[in-house]
């Protein structure tokens, strides 16, 4: 299953790269990196032959692209065993404890001068807190 996933990953990161490559070659309306005027125009390969082809092969490779990333999604989802969705916010565990490892930034902020002498009812927030 991984080998799948690994050889789907580096096909879509080649179809990515050739996607790029395709929208750069274009000619945009402001004449950008397209690949411009020169060329016979009855030649197979004329401006408007090349604009054909370059428009096509984009939209098939955006359509692989996409078809690719559904299925990398889908492989991915099925290796990680995905479970039920849970649809409910409530986040913290049975016992009560949340998910926030403690460390030295959970530490709470030490006291100051500032701190200690200000009144509990100028605080703003006390009401709402309680």
């Not at 490559?21 to 005027?37: D, K, N, T, Y």
């Not at 939209?59 to 649809?87: C, D, H, N, P, R």
């Amino acid at each position: 299953m991984a080998s799948l996933f690994n050889f789907l990953l580096v096909i879509q990161a080649l179809v990515a790269a050739t996607l790029v490559g395709l929208v750069l070659m274009q000619r945009s309306e402001g004449g950008g990196l397209g690949i411009g005027g020169g060329g016979s125009p009855g030649g197979v390969m004329s401006a408007r032959g090349a604009a054909n082809f370059l428009s096509r092969a984009t939209k098939w490779s955006a359509v692989i692209f996409v078809v690719l990333a559904i299925v990398l999604a889908g492989l991915a989802q099925s290796a990680m065993g995905g479970g039920e969705l849970e649809s409910t916010l409530d986040r913290s565990t049975a016992s009560g404890a949340t998910d926030i490892p403690a460390g030295p930034e959970a530490a709470p902020a030490p006291a100051t001068a500032e701190t200690e002498a200000a009144p509990a009812e100028a605080d703003p927030l006390a009401d709402v807190a309680e």
